[in-house]
């Protein structure tokens, strides 16, 4: 199923956080937090002004953000949990992600 946000709305895939401490110690799935970064896999066309005009999204495809603990409504398509959000929940864009972190995303 193809999805389009409206607006100024995005859809973000949790990026699932570290399996282990920095000391090696295992964190079982029941005590890990909800990750609060995502990659970016749509985005709707941007917001109006009063006068109408379009204001485009400065997010794109396949960018890695942050975002805040509580943002978005959680949504399930075609079997995968994403995260439908406004532009503005979005704290900022990752930039310099090593490759390593991208492969195992």
């Known amino acids: 199923m193809k999805f389009r946000p409206l607006h100024d709305r995005v859809v973000v895939k949790r990026i699932d956080a570290e399996d282990k401490t920095a000391g090696g110690i295992l964190i ?7 990750p609060s970064q995502g990659e970016i896999i749509a985005v709707g066309p941007g917001s109006r002004d009063e006068s109408g005009k379009l204001i485009p999204i400065d997010l794109k ?26 532009e503005s929940d979005i704290m900022g864009v990752l930039t310099d992600v090593p490759a390593a972190k991208k492969k195992a995303a």
Not at 66 to 75: A, D, H, N, P
């Open 28 to 34: 079982p799935d029941s005590a890990k937090e909800k």
């Open 61 to 86: 495809v396949g960018d890695r953000v942050l975002f805040g603990k509580w943002s978005g409504t959680e949504v399930k398509l075609d079997g995968e949990e994403l995260l439908i959000m406004k």
